[in-house]
């Protein structure tokens, strides 16, 4: 079962609302060294927010839309099949079967901010006191203990895994939105092309919302960003990086 077409614009909307919020708050607290543990109540909202979407999203592919009490196969971390209510469902669930699958934990990708920065957003995200992930858990119980973990950095990255998840899923509603909101660059290939590709024809791909970009092959995003291949990029990318290659 995917998703219908309506949830699939929500969640592609909604990302839209957090990005431009994020935006806006770089307008005050422009991304730097110094402003990276910068934090509001406003970010703290937000980086909720973004989390919550993206477990939400997590558990209703994993479930098959499923109502939450009801039990689901799942893989354990024991590498056997378990049995578990939607309800119980958590971030290991959605790790081995869902996260690793898309290969995310080590996927990079590019934020379009001057000088360009590169992240590699699911790394430690789920690190004791310093994972993005740790972190949402800890404010959704104490947001008064936790409230200033909710930091520009933080909600950098959690933004960051939460593009990154769009635009590796595979559904094809997914691919038919990506498409709509002009997510990929796709040469004018028609959306149902556009999903065939992703899957046949990956390295073909590029992706970007206003804030990120990245490629279908990670190794496309390098450390060092002057061998990068021009490419399989944008225009957007070498506006920001300022040159082609010979590569």
Same mark, same amino acid.
């Given at each position: 079962?995917?998703?219908?077409?309506?949830?699939?614009?929500?969640i592609?909307?909604?990302?839209q609302?957090?990005?431009?919020?994020?935006? &806006?708050?770089?307008?005050?607290?422009?991304?730097?060294?110094?402003?990276?543990?910068?934090?509001?109540?406003?970010?703290?909202?937000?980086?909720? &927010?973004i989390?919550?979407?993206?477990?939400?999203?997590?558990? &209703?592919?994993?479930?098959?839309?499923?109502?939450?009490?009801?039990?689901?196969?799942?893989?354990?971390?024991?590498?056997?099949k378990?049995?578990?209510?939607?309800?119980?469902?958590?971030?290991?669930?959605?790790?081995?079967?869902?996260?690793?699958?898309?290969?995310?934990?080590?996927?990079?990708?590019?934020?379009?901010?001057?000088?360009?920065?590169?992240?590699t957003?699911?790394?430690?995200?789920?690190?004791? &006191?310093?994972?993005?992930?740790?972190?949402?858990?800890?404010?959704?119980?104490?947001?008064?203990?936790?409230?200033?973990?909710?930091?520009?950095?933080?909600?950098?990255?959690?933004?960051?895994g939460?593009?990154?998840?769009?635009?590796?899923?595979?559904?094809?509603e997914?691919?038919?939105?990506?498409?709509?909101?002009?997510?990929?660059?796709?040469?004018g290939?028609?959306?149902?092309?556009?999903?065939?590709?992703?899957?046949?024809e990956?390295?073909?791909?590029?992706?970007e919302s206003?804030?990120?970009?990245?490629h279908?092959?990670?190794?496309?995003?390098?450390?060092?960003?002057?061998?990068?291949?021009?490419?399989?990029?944008s225009?957007?990318?070498?506006?920001?990086?300022?040159?082609?290659?010979s590569?």
């Amino acid at each position: 079962m995917s998703q219908s077409p309506d949830d699939v614009e929500f969640i592609f909307r909604s990302y839209q609302v957090f990005e431009q919020k994020l935006l &806006d708050i770089f307008q005050v607290f422009p991304l730097s060294k110094e402003n990276e543990t910068a934090w509001s109540p406003e970010l703290v909202n937000l980086f909720l &927010d973004i989390n919550s979407l993206l477990d939400s999203v997590s558990r &209703d592919i994993i479930s098959k839309g499923v109502n939450s009490n009801h039990a689901v196969q799942v893989i354990g971390n024991k590498g056997s099949k378990i049995s578990k209510p939607v309800r119980d469902l958590n971030i290991e669930d959605f790790e081995i079967n869902l996260f690793s699958g898309l290969k995310l934990l080590d996927y990079r990708i590019i934020v379009y901010m001057y000088p360009l920065l590169v992240l590699t957003p699911y790394k430690n995200y789920r690190i004791q &006191d310093n994972g993005w992930w740790d972190i949402y858990n800890k404010l959704k119980h104490n947001r008064i203990k936790n409230y200033n973990k909710a930091n520009i950095i933080n909600t950098l990255n959690a933004l960051a895994g939460l593009f990154l998840f769009l635009v590796k899923y595979k559904s094809e509603e997914f691919s038919k939105a990506l498409t709509r909101f002009k997510w990929v660059k796709s040469g004018g290939l028609k959306p149902e092309f556009v999903h065939e590709g992703r899957s046949t024809e990956p390295y073909m791909f590029w992706y970007e919302s206003e804030l990120f970009g990245t490629h279908e092959i990670p190794e496309n995003i390098p450390d060092d960003l002057s061998i990068i291949t021009p490419s399989l990029t944008s225009d957007k990318f070498q506006r920001f990086f300022g040159r082609f290659n010979s590569n």
